[in-house]
């Protein structure tokens, strides 16, 4: 069936797919710890729930991977 589809569609899909679980994932990386998160795909809807409930978060995890993918730049 993977041959029916054009290799952008497929693209497409997959950075579509990406693009959600990585926003769902926000809630875990920056360690918020509230039942008020978003169940929602979308970015809006993700995105808003990020920056209110941000003061319930841990930014340790957050703070230590931007600091490693800043010292790997400069380097």
Known sequence: MIDFL???AI???MGGA???I???QLKGFLGIKTAHFTTD???VHVMRSVFSE???GVYS???SLSLSIYM???N
């Open 11 to 13: 693209v497409g899909f």
């Open 54 to 56: 941000a003061h319930h």
């Open 72 to 74: 790997q730049i400069i």
């Open 6 to 8: 054009s290799h952008a």
């Open 18 to 20: 990406a693009i959600t």
């Open 61 to 63: 995890p957050f703070l």
């Open 22 to 24: 990585a926003l769902q």
């Open 41 to 43: 795909t979308d970015i």
